[in-house]
């Protein structure tokens, strides 16, 4: 009556960890063919790309209150709205864009130059 055993609960959350041959093999540390200099040059020159591209959009959008300061139509009062619309509405968006796609370019030359050693 009392010398029943009640066979323990388990909780299974996936297959048995005994069936390794079925699991995919872990990568090795590093891609093959590249090393730690060639590594180390891919970050530099992503770095360098990104510092790049980073001081271009600073310049080009920085140079915006400067440019709405020494706009000639921003003196007279009917054309301020539409200047201010045109240069903060309009003119960052194609150095935003021009900017990135150039960046993207950059990055994936980078690291195709790595990894077809």
Known sequence: MGAESVPRREVVTGRPRTDLAG??????????GTDDTAVTALM???????????ALLAVSLGLLPVLLRVL?????????????????????????????AWYVR???????DVTAR
């Open 44 to 54: 530099r020159r992503q770095l360098r790309a990104a510092l790049t591209a980073t």
């Open 23 to 32: 699991l995919p093999q872990p990568r090795p540390a590093s891609a093959p």
């Open 106 to 112: 950059r990055a994936e030359r980078n690291e195709g």
């Open 72 to 100: 000639p139509l921003a003196r007279t009062w009917p054309s301020v709205p539409l200047a201010v619309w045109l240069v903060l509405g309009v003119a960052p968006y194609p150095a935003l864009l021009c900017t990135g």
